[in-house]
C-alpha cells in the first residue's frame, strides 16, 4: 500500500513535469503607439474608427473584426467567446448569431453586454460596454442576402448552443436542405439575425513602456455627451 502511495506521487511528479510551464519570464515591453488627450475626438466612434483603420493597414491580423462578445448567462456565470464584428457607425456595433443561441437567449433577459478587441500588432485594446437590441428585420435580411449559400444553409442547420448527437446529423441534414434549396431562394431563419449594440462606455488601451499604458475612457452622459477621463494602467 505504501509502496502504491509512492508510485502514485512520483507519477504525479513526473505528469507535473510535463504539463507545468512557467510562463513568469514571458515579457513585453509595449512601444508601439501612444494616446494623448490632446490628440483624442470627442467621440469614442470616430476614435474606434480611426483605431480600426489603422490596425488593418498595419496589417499581420487577419481578423481585425474579431471580437469577443462578453454576456452574463442565465446562469449568473459572464460567458465570453468570439464572433465577428459586421458593422459600425454612430449608432452602435453591429454583430449576427442566432437568437435561440446561448448568447441569444442571455441577451434576452441582460442586454447589457461587453465587447472587446486585441489588436497585438498595434498593442491595443479596445472595450466596449453596451445595450444590445435586436436589429430591425429588414437589416437582418439585407445582410442575410450577402452571405454565400452555403453560410445562408449552415444557419438554417445549426441549433446553436444546443447538444447534437454527431456531426452526422449537420451533414444530412445540410445535403437535405441542399435539395431542398437548389437554385432557389434560401430565407433567413426567424431565430437567426442582428444585434446593434449600442456603447454607453468605451475605453480605449494603448500599451507604452514600464507598463505606464494609455487608459483613455468614454462615458456616455444624458444620452449625448461623452465626458472623457484617463484612467491608471
Ligand atoms: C473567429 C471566430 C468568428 C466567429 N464569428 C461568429 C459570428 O459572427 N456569429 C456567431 O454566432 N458565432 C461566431 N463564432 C462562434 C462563437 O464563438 C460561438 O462558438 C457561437 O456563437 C456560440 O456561442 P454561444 O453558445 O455562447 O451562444 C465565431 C468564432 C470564431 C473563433
Given at each position: 500500500?505504501?509502496?502504491?502511495y509512492?508510485?502514485?506521487?512520483?507519477?504525479?511528479a513526473?505528469?507535473?513535469?510535463?504539463?507545468m510551464?512557467?510562463?513568469?519570464?514571458?515579457?513585453?515591453?509595449y512601444?508601439k503607439?501612444e494616446?494623448?488627450?490632446s490628440?483624442?475626438?470627442e467621440?469614442p466612434?470616430?476614435?474606434?474608427?480611426?483605431?480600426?483603420?489603422?490596425v488593418e493597414?498595419?496589417?499581420?491580423?487577419?481578423?481585425?473584426n474579431?471580437?469577443?462578445?462578453?454576456?452574463?448567462?442565465l446562469?449568473?456565470?459572464?460567458?465570453?467567446?468570439?464572433?465577428?464584428?459586421k458593422?459600425?457607425?454612430?449608432?452602435?456595433?453591429?454583430?449576427?448569431?442566432?437568437?435561440d443561441?446561448?448568447?441569444?437567449?442571455?441577451?434576452?433577459?441582460?442586454?447589457?453586454?461587453?465587447?472587446?478587441?486585441?489588436?497585438h500588432?498595434?498593442e491595443?485594446?479596445?472595450?466596449?460596454?453596451?445595450?444590445?437590441e435586436k436589429?430591425?428585420?429588414?437589416?437582418?435580411d439585407g445582410?442575410?442576402?450577402?452571405r454565400?449559400?452555403g453560410?445562408?444553409?449552415g444557419a438554417?442547420?445549426?441549433?446553436?448552443s444546443q447538444?447534437?448527437?454527431?456531426r452526422?446529423?449537420?451533414?444530412?441534414?445540410?445535403?437535405?436542405?441542399?435539395?431542398?434549396?437548389n437554385?432557389?431562394?434560401?430565407?433567413?431563419?426567424i431565430n437567426?439575425?442582428?444585434f446593434?449594440v449600442?456603447?454607453?462606455e468605451?475605453e480605449f488601451?494603448?500599451?507604452?513602456?514600464?507598463?505606464?499604458?494609455?487608459?483613455i475612457?468614454?462615458?456616455?452622459?444624458a444620452?449625448?455627451f461623452?465626458?472623457i477621463?484617463r484612467l491608471a494602467?
Amino acid at each position: 500500500m505504501f509502496l502504491f502511495y509512492i508510485l502514485n506521487l512520483t507519477t504525479l511528479a513526473t505528469l507535473n513535469k510535463i504539463y507545468m510551464k512557467d510562463l513568469s519570464n514571458y515579457r513585453k515591453s509595449y512601444e508601439k503607439s501612444e494616446l494623448l488627450e490632446s490628440n483624442i475626438p470627442e467621440d469614442p466612434i470616430n476614435l474606434f474608427h480611426r483605431w480600426f483603420y489603422e490596425v488593418e493597414e498595419f496589417g499581420s491580423i487577419e481578423e481585425v473584426n474579431a471580437m469577443t462578445v462578453s454576456t452574463i448567462g442565465l446562469d449568473g456565470f459572464p460567458r465570453a467567446r468570439v464572433v465577428l464584428l459586421k458593422k459600425f457607425n454612430e449608432e452602435g456595433f453591429i454583430f449576427y448569431t442566432n437568437y435561440d443561441s446561448e448568447k441569444g437567449k442571455a441577451i434576452e433577459v441582460n442586454p447589457h453586454i461587453c465587447l472587446s478587441f486585441f489588436w497585438h500588432s498595434m498593442e491595443r485594446q479596445v472595450i466596449i460596454k453596451g445595450i444590445a437590441e435586436k436589429t430591425a428585420p429588414s437589416v437582418s435580411d439585407g445582410y442575410f442576402d450577402t452571405r454565400p449559400d452555403g453560410s445562408k444553409l449552415g444557419a438554417i442547420v445549426s441549433p446553436q448552443s444546443q447538444v447534437i448527437l454527431s456531426r452526422t446529423f449537420l451533414e444530412e441534414k445540410l445535403k437535405e436542405l441542399e435539395k431542398q434549396f437548389n437554385q432557389k431562394e434560401i430565407p433567413r431563419p426567424i431565430n437567426w439575425g442582428g444585434f446593434l449594440v449600442r456603447p454607453q462606455e468605451v475605453e480605449f488601451w494603448q500599451g507604452r513602456p514600464n507598463r505606464l499604458h494609455d487608459r483613455i475612457r468614454y462615458q456616455l452622459q444624458a444620452d449625448y455627451f461623452w465626458k472623457i477621463d484617463r484612467l491608471a494602467p
